[in-house]
Nanobody, 128 residues
């Protein structure tokens, strides 16, 4: 059974940092493009960052550029999202997703059409 499991969420003050992890089981992430997405209360899910299967290319949504960094360790079957200088508006449930057939660049736009696998999410709350 394939599972993506996010962890690392929590409560943090504005200006603080968190590192999210997405660990896969039943799936070799090394052949999948990966992404982080988030959904704030009352809002639709949105793209945060994506990374190509080998880590060579990364893409970020404008609101997180320069503050968030996506990375992966295929040997550990894990993808990370380092979040610095957190703002109140970063409060959301953060989800990771894996897709084999969609490029990392296209994932940011096409994720609403469905990804191969989604995690169940981890809550990040930023206090102002």
């Amino acid at each position: 059974q394939v599972q993506l499991m996010e962890s690392g969420g929590g409560l943090v003050q504005a200006g603080g940092s968190l590192r999210l992890s997405c660990a896969a089981s039943g799936l070799a992430l090394s052949t999948y493009n990966m992404g982080w997405f988030r959904q704030a209360p009352g809002k639709e899910r949105e793209f945060v960052a994506t990374i190509s299967w080998n880590g060579g290319r990364t893409y970020y949504a404008e609101p997180v550029k320069g503050r968030f960094t996506i990375s992966r360790d295929n040997a550990k079957n894990t993808v990370y999202l380092q979040m610095n200088s957190l703002k109140f508006e970063d409060t959301a449930v953060y989800y990771c997703a894996a897709d084999w057939g969609t490029t990392a660049q296209a994932m940011g736009v096409q994720f609403t059409k469905g990804m191969d696998y989604w995690g169940k999410g981890t809550l990040v709350t930023v206090s102002s």
